[in-house]
């Protein structure tokens, strides 16, 4: 090859790399701008919910060492073998990008003295990292809400929990669309008896268990009656239930909890095959499921992780939690046409100008605008325009009022206000009573 072949060969090569669009990794997605309202709705809701409750917010990294999630979720996971986003960064520290937010709830509280002699009530919001295959409300780059509470080891904290959750269907309209499944997986003691015999009863049904079940026999055996393969549905329902294997401690706890949410109204279902899918759980378990997504059912999940912290090197710390899935709950909300009307609504007022002295003044009027009704959603016009162009702009932008202010509104000192959304008359106002007339308009 001549040098002026080949140089035309890497030119003809560097065309084609910088003609290439660059796209956003599969399962990583972009929040649009009519999306985010829907988002803020539902994250005000979370908010005002929590602190109801006298939760406090934290925020923990995205990025934690390695070691934090293999030893509290457990290796012989799907998230630890299969779903993690792990690399080695230039000191050769293998970093995970957080598959969960329990572990790093707990390194942050251990770390900084939080759970000594104390009672902490504490939640988080924030993307989480799995790799798997993206289908609908399920992502590789997801968002959770996260509720956790250490220092307290009666059930009444852990009937708390699920109030809270409930108390947040409700005021999303949820309620009577999602179910709550209860469980009790019993003291690690208890739960490692059960696991040998579990393991003996699958043993003998080898020739039902798909790969993936073999697999876990017998480092996970309890994950296999999570299965969804309906070919071994008949040899899991016959499989000896972790109800009947409880330690006392534990069955006097579980009883308990269901007495408080009988109390209060909460209605359940004993799930007798709930077990989670990470190793830190024990005693009560609980999820949310919904019928309304289709295969993608559950929405929310939790329960008691009692031996986690010291998993991790710590003292014992009694603790419980749950997480939801925002994606997916939003997915809810959209799918049963749940979300206000107005939540979709981000603008009250645009502000119109026609003229160069009017594009000045506009500006003036609408900082004041902004100065005296601070909740007031205004947009100002930009980069000038006809009349009519500028119209349209304003009704396509959703707003309920448009202000105009042209050569002649500037010389009397007015402004013409016009309903977009309503059969009313367009007004004429002095610019100094305008604000109190869209506070009578938008006020409470």
């Known amino acids: 090859m001549t040098h002026a072949s080949a140089v035309g060969r890497c030119a003809r090569i560097q065309e084609r790399t910088l003609s290439t669009k660059i796209q956003a990794i599969r399962g990583m997605n972009d929040l649009l701008p009519d999306q985010s309202p829907v988002w803020q709705y539902f994250e005000h809701q979370v908010e005002a919910l929590m602190g ?3 939760y406090r917010e934290i925020r923990t990294p995205i990025v934690e060492q390695t070691a934090l999630f293999k030893r509290s979720i457990g290796e012989v996971t799907d998230i630890v073998e299969k779903e993690m986003y792990t690399f080695d960064d230039r000191n050769g520290d293998s970093l995970t990008l957080r598959p969960e937010g329990t572990a790093s709830c707990v390194r942050m509280a251990m770390e900084n003295g939080l759970v000594h002699n104390q009672i902490q009530r504490l939640w988080y919001t924030g993307p989480m990292f799995r790799h798997e ?20 080891e009666g059930p009444d904290i852990d009937a708390e929990m699920i109030l809270i959750s409930a108390r947040l269907w409700r005021q999303l309209g949820l309620l009577e669309h999602v179910t709550l499944e209860l469980n009790s997986l019993g003291s690690l003691e208890a739960r490692a008896a059960y696991r040998d015999l579990l393991v003996e009863y699958f043993e003998q049904h080898l020739d039902v268990l798909d790969e993936d079940s073999k697999r876990r026999l017998h480092s996970n055996p309890l994950r296999i009656l999570d299965t969804k393969n309906p070919d071994m549905a008949a040899v899991v329902d016959a499989a000896p239930r972790l109800g009947d294997h409880l330690d006392e401690e534990s069955r006097v706890h579980f009883e308990d909890l269901k007495a408080r949410l009988d109390a209060a109204g909460i209605e359940y279902v004993i799930n007798p095959r709930l077990v989670r899918g990470l190793d830190y759980y024990s005693r009560s378990v609980f999820e949310w499921t919904t019928t309304a997504l289709g295969s993608q059912g559950t929405v929310c999940a939790g329960g008691r992780y009692d031996s986690l912290f010291e998993q991790l090197g710590g003292k014992p710390v009694p603790a419980v939690g749950f997480a939801m899935g925002v994606e997916r ?18 603008v009250d007022v645009y502000l119109m100008s026609m003229g160069e002295q009017a594009e000045g003044e506009a500006m003036r009027l609408a900082e004041e605008l902004r100065t005296a009704l601070p909740d007031l959603r205004l947009v100002l016009h930009c980069g000038g325009g006809s009349f009519k162009s500028q119209m349209k702009k304003a009704d396509k932008s959703g707003a309920r009022i448009a202000l105009i202010l042209g050569e002649n509104e500037v010389i009397e000192g007015t402004v013409a206000l016009k309903f977009l959304r309503e059969e009313r008359d367009q007004e004429t106002l002095n610019q100094r009573a305008l604000g109190e007339r869209l506070d009578s308009v938008f006020g409470a």
Do not use: C, N, S, W
């Open 52 to 54: 109801q409750y006298g």
């Open 329 to 346: 709950l939003i997915l809810l909300l959209e799918t049963l046409e749940l979300v206000p009307q107005d939540v979709r609504e981000t």
């Open 133 to 152: 295959r993206p289908q609908k409300g399920r992502y590789r780059q997801f968002h959770q809400v996260g509720v956790e509470a250490y220092g307290m």
